[in-house]
């Protein structure tokens, strides 16, 4: 659903249909300059192309250099990611099972997320004790999502993601 700015390649004649589209990007009626990878591959899918991913690939990018960076970075791409859902609902019924499942995780597993973390930090308020639940809710999640990226890619790095989820 998002082919990453630096690893994303398309064929000219595809890009040149829709750069009309893709240069006028437009959120609730106001222009919009963050997400463009993902918009871009959106207006892709709904004009019928298709995505794939190689895992030969190699690119270079600038990643952030402080914690703030990160955060930020981060939260430009979860405004994205629930933008753009929403652009792409419609979507869902013809993609692949393991992105529908990808999209539906990227947008209710915040969500879940969120309410683990409140829940456990009340019982742990409440009844003093470890939110052992939440901690393997949370855990679990984490596994399945990136064990189904570890099977599909075939490269068991993947579940390196895992760590991902601390910071998140």
Same mark, same amino acid.
């Given at each position: 659903?998002?082919?990453?700015?630096?690893?994303?390649?398309?064929?000219?004649?595809?890009?040149?249909?829709?750069?009309?589209?893709?240069?006028?990007?437009?959120?609730? +009626?106001?222009?919009?300059?963050?997400?463009?990878? $993902?918009?871009?591959?959106?207006?892709?899918?709904?004009?019928?192309?298709?995505?794939?991913?190689?895992?030969?690939?190699?690119?270079?990018?600038? #990643?952030?250099?402080?914690?703030? /960076?990160? %955060? $930020?970075?981060?939260?430009?791409?979860?405004?994205?990611?629930?933008?753009? !859902?929403?652009? /792409?609902?419609?979507?869902?019924?013809?993609?692949? $099972?393991?992105?529908?499942?990808? #999209?539906?995780?990227?947008? %209710?597993?915040?969500?879940?997320?969120?309410?683990? #973390?409140? !829940? +456990?930090? /009340?019982?742990?308020?409440?009844? /003093?004790?470890?939110?052992?639940?939440?901690?393997?809710?949370?855990?679990?999640?984490?596994? #399945?999502?990136?064990?189904?990226?570890?099977?599909?890619? $075939?490269?068991?790095?993947?579940?390196?993601?895992?760590?991902?989820?601390?910071?998140?």
């Amino acid at each position: 659903m998002c082919c990453c700015g630096p690893c994303a390649m398309y064929r000219r004649s595809a890009l040149l249909l829709l750069l009309d589209k893709y240069e006028t990007q437009l959120f609730r +009626g106001r222009p919009s300059d963050f997400g463009e990878d $993902r918009h871009l591959t959106i207006l892709m899918l709904n004009a019928g192309f298709r995505t794939e991913y190689v895992p030969e690939a190699i690119a270079a990018t600038v #990643v952030p250099n402080s914690m703030g /960076a990160y %955060l $930020r970075q981060q939260l430009r791409w979860a405004r994205s990611t629930f933008r753009d !859902t929403l652009l /792409a609902l419609r979507l869902l019924p013809g993609l692949d $099972r393991y992105l529908t499942l990808d #999209v539906i995780g990227q947008n %209710l597993g915040p969500l879940l997320l969120a309410l683990s #973390v409140l !829940t +456990g930090l /009340a019982q742990l308020a409440l009844t /003093a004790t470890v939110p052992w639940s939440t901690i393997l809710m949370i855990a679990s999640m984490t596994m #399945v999502r990136c064990g189904v990226a570890a099977f599909r890619a $075939r490269e068991l790095r993947f579940l390196g993601f895992s760590l991902h989820t601390l910071l998140n």
